[in-house]
């Protein structure tokens, strides 16, 4: 999907390769059924509407290629994107993401492809924070009391909730910064579990876009039923 989409400088990383364990051994989360297709699918449409599909790149395990190559020909446009395999941890997968970007693209969103309910408000919030200021990123205010503990699970210390966010995607960038973030970590040894992570360990800053709608990350079978119920909410 190309033409007149608002945000034509703008790359899309969908990030597919986690194992998912933890949601089953036999089977992946990334295609049980939701709203008639796919969960990753489902994912891809908000972004499709405003991020030209060539300009997407889809980061899946090295095993399951093809399944994500069929599974987009029924998606508008999903011939354009690009199915990469990834490694194995999240920052390598990204970088491998990265680089298979056109060069069309000077500002690069991330996204779990496990987050299917990701509202157009917060990616174009993101998108805008990014343009401004280098980056925006997704991320909720912490309500519950967070301890910190030792390997015990003894408490050592609580912090100040007021201070807490807790981080989701789109995790919107300029591809050089991320580019040059990712690079930096890998040569250290370092795998960060978002790129905020990598970016602010450049010392650079990192803006954060509170998101205001349910935007959860399926991880276990209670979240995709969770999902399921906000779609049918009309979320």
Not at 216 to 228: E, F, Q, S
Request: hydrophobic share 45%; glycine share 8%.
């Amino acid at each position: 999907m190309t033409g007149t989409l608002p945000f034509a400088d703008v790359g899309l990383v969908v990030a597919a390769a986690g194992s998912g364990s933890r949601y089953s051994p036999e089977r992946s989360k990334l295609f049980e059924p939701l709203g008639g297709e796919p969960l990753f699918l489902r994912c891809l449409r908000t972004f499709a509407s405003v991020i030209r599909t060539d300009l997407t790149v889809l980061v899946v395990s090295p095993a399951g290629q093809e399944r994500f190559r069929q599974a987009l020909q029924a998606f508008p446009g999903g011939a354009q994107i690009t199915v990469v395999p990834g490694a194995d941890s999240r920052a390598e997968s990204v970088r491998c993401g990265l680089a298979a970007l056109p060069g069309a693209a000077t500002l690069v969103a991330v996204q779990d492809a496990a987050r299917p309910l990701t509202s157009l408000d917060v990616l174009c919030r993101c998108l805008a924070a990014a343009r401004l200021g280098g980056s925006g990123v997704a991320a909720r205010r912490v309500t519950d009391t967070i301890k910190v503990a030792d390997a015990a699970g003894r408490v050592i210390a609580t912090p100040d909730r007021a201070t807490l966010w807790a981080a989701e995607t789109p995790q919107v960038f300029r591809r050089t910064d991320l580019e040059r973030a990712y690079s930096a970590a890998l040569c250290a040894g370092r795998y960060p579990t978002d790129e905020a992570a990598a970016i602010a360990a450049l010392g650079l800053p990192v803006q954060l876009v509170e998101s205001l709608l349910p935007n959860p990350k399926v991880t276990h079978p209670n979240d995709a039923a969770l999902v399921r119920f906000l779609l049918e909410q009309g979320a």
